[in-house]
Nanobody
Framework: QVQLVQTGGGLVQAGDSLRLSCAPS????????MGWFRQAPGKEREFVAG????????YYADSVKGRFTISKPNAKNTVTLQMNSLKPEDTAVYYC??????????????????WGQGTQVTVSS
């Protein structure tokens, strides 16, 4: 069993930056593929960014490409999401997810088995 604990988030103005972190308790991240998703009110949870088990490959939604960076500084521990040039449309609850599956659609929230508690990101215009 993996428990994911998120930190970061908050209220910022458009153009500002925020950093989200996701740390595991229990097993180490090296066994799992990680992703960040977000969910705005009335909308489905959508993929934001993902990173391979090794940390060597990253994936981004087109809406955040060039502005957000996912990283795994320590292969065994925290996964971070650096968010720059934030826009009001980035406002949502952000979740980190983990999956131990070998074959899955990384863009599908249903493929992730474990989730963090969620953290609110609000960007004012």
């Amino acid at each position: 069993q993996v428990q994911l604990v998120q930190t970061g988030g908050g209220l910022v103005q458009a153009g500002d930056s925020l950093r989200l972190s996701c740390a595991p308790s229990g097993r180490t991240f090296s066994m799992y593929t990680m992703g960040w998703f977000r969910q705005a009110p009335g909308k489905e949870r959508e993929f934001v960014a993902g990173i391979s088990r090794s940390g060597g490959t990253t994936y981004y939604a087109d809406s955040v490409k060039g502005r957000f960076t996912i990283s795994k500084p320590n292969a065994k521990n925290t996964v971070t999401l650096q968010m720059n040039s934030l826009k009001p449309e980035d406002t949502a609850v952000y979740y980190c997810g983990a999956t131990g599956r070998s074959y899955f659609d990384r863009y599908d929230a249903g493929a992730y088995d474990f989730w963090g508690q969620g953290t609110q990101v609000t960007v004012s215009s």
